[in-house]
Structure formats: C-alpha cells, structure tokens
C-alpha cells in the first residue's frame, strides 16, 4: 500500500544511509513496513545495511550516490519512482562533520560541507519536488543539527551549513502548499562514527571524547524522524530538536 499516513508501505528515500543516523533510521523504517531506497557513496557499506533489513524481512534496494552530484539525487529518486511506482519521503541526512579552527586553512573541508550539506540538500529538493508536486503528496525530512542553534567553536562552518539547512527548511515549508509536509529533524550530540570525522586531528579527537561521554544512540533520532512521518496526513511536525539530557 502506499497509503499517505502511518509509516507501512511509504516509499522513503534517505541519503547517507550507509552509517549512523542514516543506517539507524532505514532499520527503524524498515522494521515497520516501510519501502527504502538508501544513498550513499561506500557501496560496500550500502550494500551491509540493504543486507541487514532483507535479512530481518524488509524492503530495500541501495543506490550509490554523492550528493553533491545533482544526477546521483534524480537517480535516488528515479530508483524509488521506477521501483515502487511513487515516493514518499525524502529524508535528506548525508552529513560531513570535519570541523577545524579557521587559522588549520582545511578549505577542502570547508568546501565538502558547504558541498554536502547545502548543494546536497538543494539538489535532493530538486529531484524530488517535481516528484511530490506531480503525486500532491510528499514529506521532505532534512537533518540539522543542534550547532545551528548553538555555535561552538570550532564549528563555525558546519554550525553555518547546517543553519542553511535549517533556513532552506522552513523556506520550503512556507512555499510547499497544503499537499507537502516539510520536517527538519536536529539531533545534538549522537553516538555515530562521523563525530568529527574527516576535521583537523585535534578537534576530532576532541569531538570523539565528548561524543564517548554523552552522546545518545542514533536510534533517538531514528525514532523522531519516524514520529514525523507516521503522523496524519494533513499533520506537518515542522520542527524537532533531540539532545543528550547532559548536552549544554
Ligand atoms: P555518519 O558519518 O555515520 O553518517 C554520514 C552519512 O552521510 C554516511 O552514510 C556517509 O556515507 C554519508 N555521506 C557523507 N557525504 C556524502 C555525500 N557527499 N554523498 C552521499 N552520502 C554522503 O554520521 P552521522 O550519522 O552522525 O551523520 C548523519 C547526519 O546527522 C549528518 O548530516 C550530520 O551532520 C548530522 N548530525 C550528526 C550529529 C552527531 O552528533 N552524530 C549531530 C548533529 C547532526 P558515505 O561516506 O558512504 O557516502
């Protein structure tokens, strides 16, 4: 079925799915009956967490995508369209967090998050609007983050992507009409691998140790994105911001 309420037989597509927040969300998804098409670069890793959800009798087919491909976003959401004949759900997750001090110069960094998270997100609106508009039905989830309501040093460019993301949000909430739900989701510190993952030695290992002391399982936020696609058609949850109970 592909009903427009609840979570069983939604056609969702998530990209960065192939570790923490992404993975734990598909597994979530899947265990209730949802349809995924999970992006990600690491085909192997894909294709372990594609494994996993048919071993436990779930639906998933892996589409290895960069994000800041805008032709890898219209194949994520073409698989989905070809497959199982509609999408649901976009949930727009792929995240780099290499943060660093500006006087380490790691422009590349820079460039990927702004890349990643920005263009990502542009070209998986891009892909799917058409898709949602020409259904009159459809639900953009895109992950924030708790720095773009707190900025921490040395954040400053990831806090600065992700309030892009949180700006583009709820610009595209205001413009989505009565047909289209558009959530974002901020999770704060979380028990993932990508924790400062790819920044300047010092910071990740920074990032890491703290991530060690408080962090809370991707399943928290797992289940947050699958309360906002379960609800009511014609129910938008708009916003939700998950912390650590310790996180400040
Ligand atoms: P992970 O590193 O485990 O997950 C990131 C995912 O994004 C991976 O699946 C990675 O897969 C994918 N990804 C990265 N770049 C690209 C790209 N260019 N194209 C496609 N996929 C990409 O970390 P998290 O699960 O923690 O991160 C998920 C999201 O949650 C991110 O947006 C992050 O910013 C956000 N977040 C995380 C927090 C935390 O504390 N963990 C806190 C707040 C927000 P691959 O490398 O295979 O492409």
Do not use: C
Not at 14 to 23: F, K, L, M, N, R
Not at 123 to 128: D, H, Q, R
Request: aromatic residues 4%; glycine residues 10%.
């Amino acid at each position: 079925m592909s009903g427009t309420s609840g979570i069983e037989g939604k056609v969702i597509a998530i990209t960065g799915a192939s570790s923490g927040i992404g993975e734990a969300t598909a597994i979530h998804l899947a265990a209730r009956g949802a349809r995924l098409v999970l992006g990600a670069r690491r085909e192997e890793r894909l294709n372990a967490v594609v494994a996993a959800i048919a071993a436990q009798g779930g639906t998933a087919t892996g589409v290895v995508v960069d994000v800041t491909r805008r032709e890898d976003l219209r194949r994520l959401t073409d698989t989905a369209v070809d497959r199982y004949g509609r999408l649901d759900v976009l949930v727009s997750n792929a995240g780099t967090m290499a943060v660093s001090p500006f006087d380490d110069l790691r422009q590349d960094d820079w460039d990927a998050m702004v890349a990643t998270h920005i263009t990502g997100l542009l070209n998986g609106i891009g892909a799917a609007l058409p898709v949602f508009r020409r259904q009159r039905a459809g639900h953009f989830v895109n992950v924030g983050s708790t720095a773009a309501y707190v900025v921490k040093s040395p954040q400053a460019v990831y806090a600065a992507t992700k309030t892009a993301v949180k700006v583009i949000t709820e610009g595209l909430r205001q413009e989505s009409g009565p047909d289209l739900r558009v959530t974002l989701v901020s999770p704060g510190f979380t028990n993932t691998e990508g924790v400062g993952k790819g920044g300047s030695p010092e910071a990740a290992e920074a990032l890491a140790r703290q991530r060690d002391e408080i962090a809370m399982p991707p399943s928290a936020i797992a289940s947050a994105i699958g309360y906002a696609v379960e609800q009511p058609e014609g129910v938008d949850v708009s916003e939700i911001v998950v912390r650590p109970t310790v996180q400040a």
